[in-house]
């Protein structure tokens, strides 16, 4: 026969109090341990008295609860026999007699440092199991990167190659509707190439290890302003604060920088004189980098789906793009823990905003 | 161009390997071109290739060399190339579809001369063959025979 378990046997402090006639019938050693009243002690005695427990409501509205439900679970506040105080998660079960009248409560009890410390234990292993599906993420999102690389852009060059070959073979004794045909698949085709690039540029910032460095941004955007303004003969004045410093991967933020720089430059094509700035701001003792032009900006009712891969707030034909430039940009800071957001107005140009916050400890992935 | 030198594409799709013919064709390249489909039939042409009985064993031989292959991979093949004596110094151009950076990292380590990505739009491709043929059909000189032998000799265990 099976050793028998009794409610001794339980870690936990366990007692049985009546349910008309509040008086403890039952205390376990877990109980003698948790409050310090031995059973002698503790037996006869009326539980919310020897323990001056402390109810998050009164203590009626609890037995009423029980006497219909069955059951009851909370924090209450109640003192040991030395005076300390011990809150602790409580769950009450309600025992009838053989007639089915409420007889007594059964209550088991949970000092809520030891219901903490197994909440954190708990959230451990979630994290853990957490970090190999991220792992297991990660690889899989590798092995569909490769596959995308090799295999999705072969199909394309068919396309391209051999419409391209029947246009030079046959080119003038073709009808002009068919030469546009022609030349409609092969520019899809490069379309198509493109966009997987896109895609794939974007999966590599998902992928990459970061590196912090401390990283000179206000050199980074004089470097990419110069680059931007080379063979331009547009009138564009720059506002750049020196001395802007962030602790980043140089490579991703400067990709990051490019991105909303080239977006600025872009979208104030068609001033005839423009500005576009960079700078940074204290807010809530958190450095916010900001780049902000006077240009076409956009209708903040759409800024939701600013960050949306391949997502255009513009027509093709007034501004050129795939609509990925944004996208790399939220992916980047996001891999640095920080935010990204715009604000803007249509025709009265746009701000974009970014941290990357610094981190405590070294060793980020 | 040195005619002598044989390209030989190692390529898996029938698609790419036409549009690689036709582009060599329309970069003038007029040498002998061996389109091999799979990573086995490679090393089964060049372990002939290595022997003396072998048509042509004078022959030099640039490698165009996809990466994704069926049965053996591109990148074995590579490594393959790199340490029989008679092919250790052949240039091995890799062009593939991929710009991955661990294909260029293991492609180079694994001893690749040069590493082109097909372009998706034709007209780029052929500029890209036509480059490819210039510079390793017409520019670059390559290791005279004498060179395969010896290292074919130093291999051998002796008698």
């Known amino acids: 026969m ?16 009546g349910f008309s006639n509040p008086v403890i019938e039952h205390w376990s050693r877990g109980a003698e341990e948790l409050y310090g009243y031995s059973a002698e002690a503790a037996l006869g005695r009326i539980s919310e008295e020897l323990l001056r427990s402390e109810y998050p409501v009164p203590l009626p509205e609890i037995e009423e ?5 069955g059951r009851w679970s909370g924090v209450i506040k109640q003192r040991g026999a030395d005076g300390s105080p011990i809150s602790a998660a409580v769950a009450w079960r309600l025992r009838r007699d053989r007639q089915g009248f409420p007889a007594s409560i059964l209550q088991v009890a949970l000092p809520t440092d030891q219901a903490h410390s197994e909440r954190v234990a708990d959230l451990r292993r979630r994290l853990a199991a957490g970090g190999t599906e991220l792992a297991a ?10 596959s995308v690389a090799h295999d999705l852009r072969t199909p394309l060059r068919a396309l391209n190659g051999f419409s391209r070959s029947i246009q030079e073979d046959f080119g003038a004794e073709l009808p002009l509707a068919v030469q546009d045909d022609l030349a409609r698949i092969q520019r899809a085709a490069d379309r198509m190439g493109t966009l997987i690039d896109d895609l794939l540029r974007l999966s590599r910032i998902s992928r990459a290890v970061i590196d912090r460095q401390p990283v000179d941004l206000s050199g980074l955007v004089h470097q990419l302003a110069a680059e931007l303004a080379t063979g331009s003969t547009r009138q564009v004045e720059w506002q750049i604060t020196p001395g802007v410093w962030a602790e980043a991967d140089q490579g991703l933020v400067r990709l990051a920088l490019e991105n909303l720089l080239a977006n600025a430059w872009k979208f104030t094509a068609k001033n005839s004189s423009a500005s576009i700035a960079f700078g940074v701001e204290q807010v809530g003792g958190e450095e916010v980098y900001t780049v902000c032009d006077d240009g076409a900006g956009f209708d903040m009712a759409q800024a939701g789906k600013l960050f949306t891969p391949f997502h255009r707030l513009h027509p093709t034909r007034e501004f050129e793009g795939t609509g990925i430039g944004l996208a790399i940009v939220q992916r980047v800071v996001r891999r640095h823990g920080g935010r990204v957001w715009a604000s803007a107005q249509t025709g009265a140009g746009a701000v974009f905003h970014f941290t990357l916050p610094a981190l405590p400890a070294k060793g980020d992935r | 161009m040195n005619e002598e030198i044989v390209v030989v594409l190692i390529e898996d799709n029938e698609d790419d390997q036409e549009l690689a013919r036709r582009a ?14 799979d990573g086995a039939a490679a090393l089964e042409f060049f372990a002939m290739a290595g022997q003396s009985g072998f048509a042509e064993p004078q022959r030099s031989y640039v490698i165009l060399l996809d990466l994704k292959l069926p049965r053996v991979d591109g990148l074995d093949v590579l490594r393959a190339l790199r340490q029989s004596p008679s092919t250790r110094s052949m240039p091995v151009v890799v062009l593939t579809s991929s710009d991955e950076e661990r294909d260029l990292i293991e492609s180079y380590e694994g001893g690749a001369n040069s590493y082109i990505r097909k372009p998706v739009d034709f007209a780029q491709f052929s500029e890209v063959v036509k480059q490819l043929g210039f510079y390793w059909l017409a520019l670059n ?17 002796p008698a």
């Open chain 1, 2 to 17: 099976a050793e028998e378990v009794t409610l001794d046997d339980l870690p936990a402090a366990v007692s049985v109090r």
């Open chain 2, 24 to 37: 060599l064709q329309r970069a003038g390249v007029r040498n002998k071109l061996v389109v091999l489909g």
């Open chain 1, 137 to 146: 993420a990660v690889e899989e999102l590798d092995a569909f990167s490769y």
């Open chain 2, 141 to 157: 000189l390559p290791a005279p025979a004498a060179v395969n032998q010896r290292q074919d000799d130093a291999a051998r265990p």
């Open chain 1, 65 to 69: 609860l029980v006497r219909l439900g």
